[in-house]
């Protein structure tokens, strides 16, 4: 059972986005946007961590009236935002072989799905559907349509939405052939994202937590999905959500409440009254 001096060491926070800090509706919750507040308020660090890039997270940043150091694509974007000023200062930024990523995007098209091409300033596709519509009511923002992707640059990352055994089917078959050139994580059910080899959120935070002198010991990491495992296991304090995966409750040294109960602002809230104990 943990204590509370467990939680009190905890200095820094990492939290991923889509499934946790965000309810089933996509929107910060009023409990997680007071103890977001209260967190900056007593000093605790606390860094975004998700598979969205740069742009995806400027609305919500906003939302929580919060700014500072990010981990964007799964680690592949790592830099400063203040929506405040529509300002992004990357720190450092990976991404797929033009090759490897023409690859996986024809490997897409080839199974019928619609891949989404995105770096650090641009979301392409190459067409239309009813998934990169729905990406864009979730992410509030709208691609650049265009059938020449490698015209954006090397991806951060490529996104692709669709049934779960279609996309298992084309992870498998890229890595037969170009399995050394690029990760693969399930972000959601139906969302499978192709990343740079070294892209990992959990090496971002702990290089962004020795900028600021802190130890493993002194980090929290929450989160809900099959990308966020790596960062719940290097953290000194893992947490899960109550809707994460099997696989990453099984990760965690703790458990909190869901997304859609303010899971988030309860992890916070018991970091800060560990701290008055």
């Not at 910060?28 to 900056?40: H, S």
């Not at 960062?231 to 458990?255: S, T, Y």
């Not at 303010?262 to 970091?271: E, Y």
């Amino acid at each position: 059972m943990l204590t509370d001096s467990t939680f009190s060491t905890i200095r820094l926070l990492a939290v991923d986005i889509d499934g946790t800090l965000l309810s089933s509706n996509h929107t910060v919750l009023p409990e997680v946007r007071r103890a977001f507040a209260d967190g900056r308020a007593a000093g605790l660090i606390l860094i975004l961590a998700s598979a969205r890039g740069p742009g995806a997270l400027k609305h919500i940043m906003e939302d929580l009236g919060h700014a500072g150091s990010c981990v964007c694509f799964s680690g592949a974007w790592v830099g400063t935002i203040d929506p405040a000023r529509s300002v992004a200062t990357v720190a450092q930024e990976l991404t797929i072989p033009l090759e490897t990523a023409l690859a996986i995007a024809g490997a897409a098209l080839a199974a019928g799905l619609v891949p989404s091409w995105h770096t650090g300033r641009t979301w392409t596709v190459p067409s239309m559907s009813p998934y990169v519509r729905l990406e864009m009511h979730v992410t509030s923002q709208t691609p650049i349509i265009n059938e020449d992707l490698a015209s954006a640059g090397a991806p951060n990352k490529i996104l692709l939405i669709g049934a779960r055994e279609i996309l298992i089917e084309v992870r498998d078959d890229l890595a037969l052939r170009h399995g050394d050139s690029f990760d693969a994580f399930f972000s959601h059910e139906t969302y499978l994202e192709f990343l740079p080899k070294e892209a990992d959120k959990a090496q971002a935070i702990l290089a962004l937590a020795r900028e600021e002198g802190i130890g493993r010991e002194s980090i929290a990491a929450v989160g809900d999905a099959q990308n966020d495992l790596g960062m719940i296991r290097a953290a000194g304090l893992g947490v899960a959500m109550f809707n994460a995966i099997l696989e990453v409750k099984q990760a965690a040294k703790w458990i909190t409440a869901s997304n859609d109960d303010a899971g988030v602002a309860k992890l916070i809230d018991r970091i800060l009254e560990a701290r008055r104990n």
